[in-house]
């Protein structure tokens, strides 16, 4: 994953940190390829590094029966980003099962995670929304 065009690209690198369930954590360096013209980090890497985790997470717990989609996304930016930045994408195994069942029952459903940016001091950079869609996988295709 850290190879992938739009992480090495903007200095992003992942990893799992836990297994079961899936979770991930990522982080950015401050580089100077990665700056924006006032000399902190570009919000678009900072989006960058928060984009396909949910998504990864929902596909692998809630296997091949579901189909799984980012739906859109909102980022609020709240202080500048400075030297390195992570982020931690967990979802609880409850909330899994969870939306394993409401998507099983209603066919479709729509679901909203949050993550936070933080710089070094654990101080909040930037908040994004995640919406994704769960969809039952239609068994004839």
Do not use: C
């Not at 799992?16 to 919000?43: C, K, M």
């Not at 899994?96 to 950079?125: N, P, T, W, Y």
Request: glycine letters at 10%; proline letters at 4%.
């Amino acid at each position: 994953m850290n190879w992938w065009p739009p992480f090495a690209g903007a200095g992003v690198r992942a990893r799992v940190i836990r297994q079961d369930p899936l979770a991930f954590e990522s982080r950015l360096a401050l580089r100077w390829w990665n700056r924006n013209y006032v000399g902190t980090h570009f919000g678009g890497s900072l989006y960058a590094m928060t984009d396909p985790f949910y998504m990864l997470i929902l596909v692998e717990e809630l296997g091949a029966g579901f189909v799984v989609w980012d739906k859109s996304a909102r980022i609020r930016y709240l202080r500048p980003g400075r030297g390195t930045v992570s982020a931690r994408f967990e979802i609880a195994r409850e909330r899994i099962e969870q939306i394993r069942s409401e998507a099983a029952e209603r066919g479709r459903l729509e679901v909203e995670l949050g993550v936070e940016v933080l710089d070094e001091a654990g101080q909040v950079v930037a908040e994004v929304e995640k919406r994704l869609s769960v969809r039952r996988r239609d068994p004839a295709g």
